[in-house]
């Protein structure tokens, strides 16, 4: 499994992304499931992306291979068109592999989180399912989650307000919900992947890869959870009454 | 769906459970899903319920036929027992319906979690699957959880702890792990059923329910939403550098 989200705020954008692979409960390995396409001063783009690591695979690879010749990604006039490239890349691969995997019940499975800016537009974010079609974060509810979601999902809707979530912020929440799905989901794991985009920058300058025993991550997770069990301690008892009526 | 657990600390149980029914996105209905089986002094069952309505109601309904006339739960000689009493009447509840539900594809599906004691043994706290096979709560993971189980499962990874929480504590916990679910999930919703049973009382003293706006479940759920984003605001920043590598 996988957890990847994406944040979008007022200034700008957070992506973050587990790094297990699993094929099966043996053959667990890391695996960076973040990736960038800059044109510095003009675009970037960061994906993270969920699914059968053989077809993600194929997805970047030929969208890296479109970009590196100036198409694709490297075109797109908008970040609406950039979600249709990505989505269009997914068919192409679907063409290919598709029928096959269906063949033997395995499922053409891939979900990617597109998170950019190109000069001119303000900053968006995406997710493109595996059929292709691009769905976009909205302002009321400005994060979007793949793979294992539900765990960290709680956090981010008690925490996160697109109008005054600052990005420094909302790094914390992305952190917290992905150690959240961690310590509840052997099928997450570090290191994380972490970046902020602070908007018309134009260049990715906020990424740090969290390991499983970063200092830095360690004291978040410590931290948290004596900061919950000091609240709950610290709220008002429930009272209580023998109201169960017979039944 | 439902969301319902128990939790055992040394000092006894606590079990809540949430009352939405819904068949569907339209028939959204409130339904009691606590059920309680004492006789005072001797012994105290509590059964919360996940699955199919119809399915469940027949369980309960087999189980209060038998415990009045003094069979099933009213003279099972252990906690064990008792959970096996519950297994034993989802199999005959099964013998009846699984055919002509499976038939039309609906899955015979029913989980009950049961705490309780009965006099000269520990209390305790069991799962019985749809199968009628049943799972006991350890210390070291001293809670059980049915139906929409994900979104509530981190407040409780984080906060429980046998030897350490008091029912008290347990109770908040519950609280907070159902209405973080209500808050990501709409189809878990209040009322809230929550039940104490300090050990060795052999009678239910402690229950409440709380609506929707029961100034107690506002106030803690708006009080833990300002606690949690305090402590991320006072969390340190995370220190970013740019070490994303190329691709």
Redesign the interface.
């Known amino acids: 499994m996988t957890y990847c989200l994406g944040i979008m705020s007022y200034q700008g954008l957070v992506l973050a992304s587990d790094s297990r692979s699993n094929s099966g409960f043996d053959q667990v390995s890391v695996c960076r499931k973040?990736?960038?396409f800059v044109l510095p001063g003009e675009r970037v783009f960061v994906l993270v992306s969920s699914g059968s690591l053989s077809v993600t695979q194929s997805v970047i690879t030929q969208l890296?291979i479109d970009f590196e010749r100036g198409d694709g990604l490297a075109k797109a006039e908008s970040m609406y068109r950039a979600a249709r490239v990505v989505g269009d890349t997914i068919r192409r691969v679907a063409d290919i592999d598709r029928a096959a995997l269906e063949r033997d019940k395995i499922p053409f499975n891939v979900n990617i989180i597109l998170g950019g800016q190109i000069k001119g537009e303000q900053s968006n974010l995406y997710l493109i399912y595996p059929q292709g079609n691009p769905l976009r974060a909205t302002k009321d509810s400005p994060y979007l989650q793949i793979g294992e979601v539900?765990?960290?999902?709680?956090?981010l809707?008690?925490?996160l307000d697109f109008n005054n979530t600052t990005l420094?912020?909302a790094?914390?929440?992305a952190?917290?919900s992905l150690d959240?799905?961690m310590?509840?989901n052997v099928t997450v794991g570090p290191p994380i992947?972490?970046?902020?985009y602070y908007e018309d920058e134009l260049i990715?300058?906020?990424?740090?890869?969290l390991k499983e025993n970063d200092p830095?991550l360690l004291?978040?997770h410590a931290?948290?959870?004596t900061?919950?069990?000091k609240?709950?301690?610290d709220?008002?008892?429930?009272?209580?009454?023998?109201?169960?009526t017979g039944?």
């Open positions: 973040m990736h960038t890296r539900k765990y960290g999902r709680p956090i809707d008690r925490g420094d912020q790094a914390k929440y952190v917290l959240s799905t310590r509840s992947d972490l970046l902020l990715i300058r906020q990424h740090r890869r830095d004291e978040i931290g948290w959870e900061s919950l069990r609240i709950v301690s709220m008002p008892s429930i009272r209580f009454g023998t109201d169960i039944e």
